[in-house]
């Protein structure tokens, strides 16, 4: 039942644009820009790369003072598997939790048993198993993982189009053929089954990880995505004001390429990305997450 109501609270999102914000302030810009929601965080993902070191839940009293200063929902991230660290955010009062790679996972075998809680999860993946395994434990909305923190949109590229091409080949297989497409896929039968019947998830899927341009959010809405999380590339741009409010235009109008190209125009230096090939393995966000 809470699952339920959770899923369709995820729809309101949709077509939107959820930042990453670290203070009270770049909250309000958020708002203003037009964010559907905003995830507070004490360093956005590149800053996390840049210093290493373990990444937690934030400070709760910063948590708050964002929550004070907004009207949109606030996302708060828990550590893979970190289930006190999720226990404190839902007594926050947090709108929603992110499971979220982007922080040391605290478990490196189990996440978190989303059921158990009556706040929403978001969860991230890069192919549907990982989506379904998700949703199996209680995620109410999902996220293709990208690389965060790179600013380079070539990951959440990856996964978007691993995760359509999966619901593709679920949807062309025969009733008979679903239970060894759940075993290989390490899915839960049932959602591989509504997979099969509805041709989508069963929640709402965004993308994150390294969307860094309106353009970039283009291309992920034009692959399938329902929204898009954006951190570092709003602001650690030279006019995170001007990006924010671009980004969710572009989100919204992604089909329009005259609107694309008025949004994109004049917004000064984006973030610096990073390529792909040369983060070391164990520096790989996107890996963590079983
Ligand atoms: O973890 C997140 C989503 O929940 C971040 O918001 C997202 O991945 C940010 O990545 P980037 O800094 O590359 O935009």
Redesign the pocket.
């Known amino acids: 039942m809470t699952q339920n109501l959770n899923q369709n609270l995820a729809q309101m999102f949709k077509g939107g644009v ?3 914000v670290t203070t009270p302030e770049e909250a309000k810009i958020a708002q203003d820009c037009g964010a559907v929601a905003v ?1 507070a ?1 004490e360093r ?3 800053d996390i790369r840049k210093e290493g070191g373990v990444a937690r839940m934030s400070d709760p009293k910063m948590i708050r003072e964002i929550q004070a200063a907004v009207t949109i929902p606030v ?1 708060a ?1 828990a550590r893979i598997g970190h289930l006190a660290e999720a226990r404190i955010l839902e007594a926050l009062g947090v709108d929603y939790i ?1 499971e ?3 922080l040391t996972p605290a478990d490196d075998q189990y996440h978190i048993d989303k059921k158990a809680f009556k706040v929403p999860f ?1 969860c ?1 993946a890069r192919n549907l198993g990982e989506a379904l395994r998700r949703i199996g434990e209680g995620a109410s909305m999902i ?1 293709t ?7 380079n949109v070539v990951e959440a590229v990856r996964h978007m189009r691993t995760i359509q091409a999966d619901i593709r080949r679920i949807v062309g297989l025969n009733q008979d053929e679903l239970m060894t497409a759940a075993k290989e896929m390490g899915a839960p039968y049932e959602l591989v089954c509504a997979v099969h019947r509805e041709g989508h998830l069963p929640v709402v899927n965004f993308s ?5 341009t309106p353009a970039d959010a283009a291309l992920m809405m034009q692959l399938g995505s329902e929204g898009v ?6 602001f ?1 741009s030279a006019n995170p004001e001007k990006v924010g409010r671009a980004i969710v235009k572009a989100t919204a109008y992604y089909d329009d390429p005259d609107i694309l190209a008025q949004v994109s125009e004049g917004l000064g230096k984006a973030m610096s990305g990073v390529d792909i090939r040369e983060i070391p393995e164990s520096q790989l966000y996107a890996k963590r997450g079983w």
């Open positions: 959820i930042m990453d995830m965080l956005v993902p590149s996302m991230k992110d979220s790679e982007v978001v991230g996220r993982k990208g690389e965060a923190g790179t600013g994150a990880g390294g969307i860094a999380f954006v951190g570092s590339g709003i650690k």
